[in-house]
């Protein structure tokens, strides 16, 4: 019988860039809702198929300095596993996938953003929730809650 594995996202952005006091604005944010992954299916005889995220963008600005985005989280007891993409970030490139585990130093998600005046950039959230049966499910070990932080740092 498979069960639905639920991973519930909370994002958040960490800003360690100075901003002015005078005229805040954002350095990096995220837009739209946070996502809300279930997976219920699964072939007989092989593990769940992976629930993909795409609802969430990533907008950051650029500064001075080249810079990237790091990402990192929290979710105290995870079960499940969660892998993060940045999809077609512009300006900058995406360090590849990054696998989202409790308590992990912060890992390099875009990487080579250009120094500019302030112009913005974006990217595609791309979250891939992939639990396996040996990890159990949601109905009966609880869902996943992320705290997704991501941080624009000079490079």
């Given at each position: 019988v498979m069960r639905a594995a639920r991973?519930?996202?909370?994002?958040?952005?960490?800003l360690p860039l100075a901003?002015?006091?005078?005229?805040?604005?954002?350095?990096?944010?995220?837009?739209?809702?946070?996502p809300l992954l279930t997976v219920t299916t699964a072939?007989?005889?092989?593990?769940?198929a992976?629930?993909?995220?795409?609802?969430?963008r990533?907008?950051?600005?650029?500064?001075?300095?080249?810079?990237k985005v790091t990402v990192a989280?929290?979710?105290?007891?995870?079960?499940?596993?969660l892998r993060l993409l940045a999809q077609n970030p512009s300006p900058g490139s995406a360090a590849g996938e990054v696998t989202l585990a409790d308590g992990m130093p912060p890992r390099d998600l875009i990487v080579g953003i250009p120094a500019g005046f302030?112009?913005?950039?974006?990217?595609?959230?791309?979250?891939?929730a992939a639990p396996t049966f040996?990890?159990?499910n949601s109905t009966e070990l609880g869902p996943d809650s992320h705290l997704v932080t991501f941080t624009l740092v000079a490079q």
């Open positions: 991973i519930l996202l909370v994002l958040g952005a960490c901003v002015s006091t005078s005229r805040a604005q954002f350095m990096i944010r995220t837009q739209g809702p946070a072939t007989p005889g092989s593990e769940p992976p629930v993909v995220n795409t609802g969430s990533l907008r950051y600005r650029r500064a001075l300095v080249i810079t989280t929290v979710c105290p007891g995870q079960k499940f596993t302030f112009q913005l950039g974006d990217c595609v959230l791309l979250y891939t040996s990890q159990g």
